[in-house]
T-cell receptor
Framework: GENVEQHPSTLSVQEGDSAVIKCTYS??????FPWYKQELGKRPQLIIDIRSNVGEKKDQRIAVTLNKTAKHFSLHITETQPEDSAVYFCAAVNQFYFGTGTSLTVIP | DAEITQSPRHKITETGRQVTLACHQTWNHNNMFWYRQDLGHGLRLIHY???????NKGEVSDGYSVSRSNTEDLPLTLESAASSQTSVYFC???????????FGPGTRLTVL
């Protein structure tokens, strides 16, 4: 099956700084790469996704980049705010396997 | 509005008992999934279904079973609950593999 590795497991940044979370995957058939945000005690919710025919996608302060050759993709959050504090999960979809999550803390 | 619900939200049971967790979605999605979430392990896929009467094993399926008799429901059964199955369980549905998964609110299960 798919193996999705996610780094770092924890990340602390100052408010206004950027945060980057990286994921690698093993299944070359994976063609859809979503990112989910999970606030404490809540359910995961999709924040951005990218398909294999696209190298980069942006949505306001959030962007995702994909390198299919190297089998890695990254989440970029710019101008971080305290409400960005949460656990973020990546996934690589041929089937649906998630990374182990990154706990992001934005320090005011 | 379409939604996905889980019941119960909290459950305490004893080792060896059979437990069934319910998942119901009104999105009319063909794809449904069950995950467990444990600290340090993220979301691990237990079972999934691509349509009525279709079920498939995920990466941590031992001790769990599912059945899909209609589009809306995918109940998860723990045949003989073990303490290692104490976890938070999330159900999700999607319109296809390349589409967003919508998660239920989760069920916190404690096996004593």
């Amino acid at each position: 099956g798919e193996n999705v590795e996610q780094h770092p497991s924890t990340l602390s940044v100052q408010e206004g700084d950027s945060a980057v979370i990286k994921c690698t995957y093993s299944d070359s058939a994976s063609n859809y790469f979503p990112w989910y945000k999970q606030e404490l005690g809540k359910r995961p919710q999709l924040i951005i996704d990218i398909r294999s025919n696209v190298g980069e996608k942006k949505d306001q302060r959030i962007a995702v980049t994909l390198n299919k050759t190297a089998k890695h993709f990254s989440l970029h959050i710019t101008e971080t705010q305290p409400e960005d504090s949460a656990v973020y999960f990546c996934a690589a979809v041929n089937q649906f396997y998630f990374g182990t999550g990154t706990s992001l803390t934005v320090i005011p | 509005d379409a939604e996905i619900t889980q019941s119960p939200r909290h459950k305490i049971t004893e080792t060896g008992r059979q437990v069934t967790l319910a998942c119901h979605q009104t999105w009319n999605h063909n794809n449904m999934f069950w995950y467990r979430q444990d600290l340090g392990h993220g979301l691990r896929l237990i079972h999934y279904s691509y349509g009525v009467h279709d079920t498939n094993k995920g990466e941590v399926s031992d001790g769990y079973s599912v059945s899909r008799s209609n589009t809306e429901d995918l109940p998860l059964t723990l045949e003989s609950a073990a303490s290692s199955q104490t976890s938070v369980y999330f159900c999700a549905s999607s319109g296809g593999l390349g589409y967003e998964q919508f998660f239920g609110p989760g069920t916190r299960l404690t096996v004593l």
